[in-house]
T-cell receptor, first 108, second 115 residues
Framework: GQNIDQPTEMTATEGAIVQINCTYQ??????LFWYQQHAGEAPTFLSY????GLEEKGRFSSFLSRSKGYSYLLLKELQMKDSASYLC?????????FGAGTTVTVRA | DAGVIQSPRHEVTEMGQEVTLRCKPI?????LFWYRQTMMRGLELLIY????????DSGMPEDRFSAKMPNASFSTLKIQPSEPRDSAVYFC?????????????FGSGTRLTVV
């Protein structure tokens, strides 16, 4: 079957670093996505990994290990506006399957 | 680019009534997806289309749900009859290529409440 696990909640201080872990199980895999979703809004695309390793995009980085079924999203220099839900998703046959999301709360 | 456009933004209806949700994908995007989001089940894929053709509807919960894409710029998701457990946010998303650094672009969603 298919399964995605990520922590439910994380809290961090403004300016700090937070790492959101995601583990997944799937029979078919075409890539790993991270989306950000603010309360009451639509998910927005953050990052994509298809090969093992680290992809960096400004303050956000995403890592993938296909052999371990593991990814993480690293948020650096946290800002208040980063308070949101972060969704891990894998792609299989053009379909994205999403985890339940990790709610990150940034405190001053 | 106006993005993915969904209507209505909010819908409140009585149990047993028919509900139709509408979506206009981004021009040129060949893939269209309908998702449902609830607190209990998160984001669930209901159905997706490629070039207006339904490819996978295995996520459609029951025969009460149906989706159509009569042309490249319009899709509908219909629930008939609606039930309180259908209350959720329904998202439409479109993609040029659902892989790589394109990902999906989601619409703003329709918040459906069935009373």
């Amino acid at each position: 079957g298919q399964n995605i696990d990520q922590p439910t909640e994380m809290t961090a201080t403004e300016g700090a670093i937070v790492q959101i872990n995601c583990t997944y199980q799937t029979s078919g895999f075409n890539g790993l996505f991270w989306y950000q979703q603010h309360a009451g809004e639509a998910p927005t695309f953050l990052s994509y990994n298809v090969l093992d390793g680290l992809e960096e995009k400004g303050r956000f980085s995403s890592f993938l290990s296909r052999s371990k079924g593991y990814s993480y999203l690293l948020l650096k220099e946290l800002q208040m506006k980063d308070s949101a839900s972060y969704l891990c998703a894998f792609s299989n046959d053009y379909k994205l399957s999403f985890g339940a999301g990790t709610t990150v709360t940034v405190r001053a | 680019d106006a993005g993915v456009i969904q209507s209505p933004r909010h819908e409140v209806t009585e149990m047993g009534q028919e509900v139709t949700l509408r979506c206009k994908p981004i021009s040129g995007h060949d893939y269209l997806f309908w998702y449902r989001q609830t607190m209990m089940r998160g984001l669930e894929l209901l159905i997706y289309f490629n070039n207006n053709v339904p490819i996978d509807d295995s996520g459609m919960p029951e025969d009460r749900f149906s989706a159509k894409m009569p042309n490249a710029s319009f899709s509908t998701l219909k629930i008939q009859p609606s039930e309180p457990r259908d209350s959720a946010v329904y998202f439409c998303a479109s993609s040029l290529v659902p892989q790589g650094n394109y990902g999906y672009t989601f619409g703003s969603g329709t918040r459906l409440t069935v009373v």
